[in-house]
């Protein structure tokens, strides 16, 4: 399988991953595995959790951006990047751009949050503010990157991004080799498909679970109809897992159908307990969408008695106040 392994009718090289692993090393740090008691004790497993929050930027995000940023040519990166997140992926396409020295625009819609504003500008993106919703944003960052010669950084269905990702999968392998259960927050994909793609070329026994809110899960819905489709988004607690697969979803939907073993979904009170109890057992704070993790595990028959588990504790973007109204209820 190291050779690449056909998916659907798509074709990805897990070498990929290894390429990316030593293409990122100077950009994104090797994140700590820590096993929990706490967890452990409470689920009768072996719990570990992956802390992805470490990264410069909080969120794994950076793996995949790097890695995809890196691969542009010299003169690909001096015409400058552009992207259309406003979340965890448009920080780390900020961040990696202002450490390489080229030019980065985000585009986003006149209704993102000041705060997110603002948290962008300080990294030294050039903001692009078109539309009045992110859709807009996204076809107008198309436009303009064509006409200008700029390179779009996809937040997960691009093979360089997925092989960023896959670098957890990597790292999991040395520092767990027997494991045997990972659940992964799960949006676009981007980040489930890497990690087990990297884990089932080593592993293949390996059970690999991804976790949504119940409110818009684009991608179970996705599976279950068999092609992508567009819910409408609902306010969550999991805000960095919102938005589609897109219609025209070219990796992501056909890896995550052929190598995750299962998606479930969790509800706002499951995600708010997540939260706490991760800050009642480890003092960890983290955002809703890393919390997905823990909450799956209150799902009956999820993993075996004693299994080794690693649950993916993707970031920690959270605001204090919105993190202490989220868990007060729980404490
Ligand atoms: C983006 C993101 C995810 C989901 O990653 P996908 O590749 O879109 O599935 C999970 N957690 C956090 C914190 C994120 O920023």
């Known amino acids: 399988m190291k050779n690449g392994s056909p998916a659907g009718n798509i074709f990805f090289d897990s070498g ?27 689920f009768r497993a072996s719990v570990h959790l992956k802390l992805e929050f470490i990264q410069p930027t909080r969120s794994f ?17 001096q015409q400058g990047v552009a992207t259309f997140s406003t979340g965890n992926h448009g920080f780390a396409v900020a961040y990696v751009a202002k450490e390489l020295g ?15 504003v603002n948290n962008l500008r300080a990294l030294g993106a050039n903001l692009v503010i078109y539309g009045d919703n992110q859709d807009d944003a996204e076809e ?14 996809e937040p997960f269905d691009d093979p ?22 990972v659940i992964v927050p799960l949006s676009g994909g981007g980040l489930i498909s890497g990690i087990a793609l990297a884990l089932k070329s080593v592993l293949p026994q390996s059970r690999v679970i991804g976790v949504s809110m119940k409110g818009s899960p684009t991608m179970y819905y996705s599976l279950k109809e068999g092609k992508p ?14 938005g589609g697969i897109g219609l025209d979803n070219k990796y992501t939907f056909q890896l995550v ?4 073993d299962k998606v479930i979904l969790v509800n706002e009170e499951a995600i708010a307990a997540g939260m706490a109890s991760l800050f009642k057992n480890e003092r960890l704070a983290v955002e809703g969408a890393a919390a997905t993790t823990i909450a799956a595990l209150g799902e009956k028959n999820l993993i075996e008695p004693n299994s080794r588990v690693v649950l993916i504790i993707s970031g920690s973007n959270i605001d204090s106040k919105s993190f202490i109204n989220a868990i007060k209820a729980y404490l």
């Open 229 to 242: 489709v567009i819910l409408e988004e609902k306010n969550t607690l999991a805000d960095s897992l919102l």
């Open 102 to 116: 080229i030019p980065a625009a985000i585009f986003i819609s006149e209704r993102v949050p000041e705060v997110k």
């Open 61 to 77: 995000k950076l793996r995949g951006a790097a890695n995809m940023i890196l691969s542009l040519s010299e003169e690909e990166r």
């Open 257 to 260: 159908r052929r190598y995750v």
């Open 16 to 42: 990929e991953i290894w390429k990316a692993k030593s293409r990122i090393a100077g950009f994104v740090d090797k994140t700590p595995l820590i096993y929990s008691a706490g967890l452990s004790n409470a």
């Open 160 to 181: 360089k991004v997925i092989a960023g990702q896959g670098t957890i999968g990597l790292e999991l392998l040395e520092q767990i080799p027997d494991l045997d259960t």
């Open 140 to 153: 107008y960052c198309y436009k303009k990157a064509k006409a200008e010669s700029w390179s779009v950084v």
